[in-house]
């Protein structure tokens, strides 16, 4: 067996947060779920949806492994990246860091690894590995997930070679803190504002508040535009709060994010967007509810609530990130 010594395998809710968590610590530094979320400027929103889709997606995060760049970016990291199309090369890749004693961050499909409970396509799922033997390499995913778990070599192999959406070349990725690393503290404000711009100016407008406002105008139509509301609506409903999101489409874990920046710094723009995100992430979980509702009784009411909720919430998130804007 080979495997990185003195990890501190602890499974969080998101998964990419989870890894760079692994790879923290094994750095010397430990910071909150939300923290790190935040510090990665990881929240936005996009509604995606096309004529090969089946149903709607409503993502609420940066896509895949741009909250890493970001905070690898934020705090001064060396961020080594490896990519390739050779699976040869790519446990190369993977064997080499942790030989040396680094844990390493992998982006791979969901869908075949053996410990994971759902099995649904997703290229953008990330764990950390810290060690194998001859049958199992050994990773640290999400809490729900069972955060130390073990994946059979060939599963492994398999997730990391997918294609499709959201998928990488077999990313594997290490994270270096230098001797006199950036003070988390004095970044918040950067990564608060780079958030906030993002959101306030998206380039298309399935994005930022105006793709929330667009959903709002679309989810009082999707009993009609699903074959099968009855799963499609309560599983979308599903992603929203769990599927690695921390609850109410990641508001959860911004919230607490900002609850913890103003606790170190003392700012009235702070106070005011942490008060409206945790009204947007109440209204969040109560979208959530009457989209479950509306599939599993085929009543359009609840949908046309959950578009009132949503035209609201558009509103609530950018007066919050109006105000975090002027930090």
């Known amino acids: 067996m080979t ?16 890894a760079l968590g692994v790879l923290l610590r094994h750095e010397g530094l430990d910071l909150s779920e939300p923290m790190l979320f935040g510090l990665g400027s990881g929240l936005s929103f996009i509604y995606w949806d096309s004529k ?11 896509k895949p492994f741009e909250l890493t760049r970001n905070l690898a970016a934020a705090l001064g990291l060396e961020l080594h990246v490896a990519e390739t199309t050779s699976p040869r090369k790519a446990w190369q890749n993977v064997m080499a860091p942790i030989a040396a004693g680094r844990p390493v961050g992998l982006q791979l499909d969901s869908y075949h690894l053996d410990h994971f409970s759902s099995k649904v396509h997703f290229g953008g799922h990330i764990v950390a590995m810290y060690g ?37 070349r077999h990313r594997s990725f290490t994270l270096t803190a230098p001797s006199s690393i950036r003070s988390p503290q004095d970044r918040i404000v ?17 994005l930022g508040h105006r793709g929330i406002e667009k959903t709002a105008r679309q989810v009082p139509k999707w009993l009609q535009r699903s074959d099968s509301p009855r799963e499609d609506l309560p599983r979308a409903a599903v992603l929203m709060e769990k599927a690695g999101t921390g609850g109410a489409l990641f508001r959860n874990l911004y919230r607490d994010f900002l609850a913890e920046c103003a606790q170190l710094t003392d700012s009235s723009c702070l106070r005011t967007g942490h008060s409206l995100y945790a009204e947007a992430a109440t209204l969040w979980t109560q979208v959530a509810v009457l989209v479950t509702t509306a599939g599993e009784t085929g009543e359009a009411k609840h949908l046309v609530e959950a578009g009132s909720l949503l035209h609201e919430l558009a509103r609530v998130e950018r007066d919050a990130m109006q105000a975090l804007s002027r930090l």
């Open 190 to 206: 950067p990564a608060i504002k780079a958030c906030a711009d993002a959101f306030l100016h998206p380039p298309i407008a399935n």
């Open 52 to 62: 090969a889709m089946g149903f709607p997606f409503l993502g609420g995060r940066v």
């Open 3 to 18: 495997r990185v010594k003195d990890i501190e395998a602890r499974g969080m809710q998101h998964c990419e947060t989870t």
């Open 132 to 168: 194998y033997d001859g049958q199992d390499a050994y990773l640290v995913d999400t809490a729900a997930q069972g955060g130390a778990v073990t994946t059979g070599l060939a599963a492994l192999a398999r997730a990391r070679a997918e294609r499709g959406p959201m998928t990488a």
